[in-house]
């Protein structure tokens, strides 16, 4: 299982979300988001991409208009990836730092 952070902004933005597009949200990340990170190949329908704006930062689509950006973090436990949450929204998060 990876572990992971979240950043201050993610944070606040997830406050933000109605109930229904947070449990969205947990339900894509534990059901496929995870799965896929164990493989190192992406579905299709999560829409993982990196930004252009900001090399090493990734968006995923976890709903029609919902998106969250993350990278990569220094490894915490041995052998699985860590995931460092930047922002979570819909898709005007991809505008801000």
Same mark, same amino acid.
């Given at each position: ?15 933000? @979300? *109605?109930? !229904? +597009?947070?449990? %969205? ?12 990170? /164990? ?20 968006? @995923? *689509?976890? !709903? +029609?208009?919902? %998106? ?12 699985? /990836? ?16």
């Amino acid at each position: 299982m990876p572990t992971f952070e979240t950043l201050p902004h993610f944070t606040t933005d997830l406050q933000h @979300l *109605t109930p !229904a +597009q947070r449990r %969205r949200f947990h339900h894509v990340v534990l059901d496929s988001f995870v799965p896929d990170l /164990r493989t190192g190949l992406f579905r299709p329908g999560l829409r993982v991409k990196g930004l252009r704006v900001a090399p090493g930062v990734y968006e @995923l *689509t976890w !709903a +029609q208009n919902g %998106r969250a950006t993350w990278q990569y973090g220094q490894e915490k436990t041995r052998g699985s /990836r860590h995931i460092v949450w930047r922002r979570i929204g819909t898709h005007a998060i991809l505008t801000g730092p």
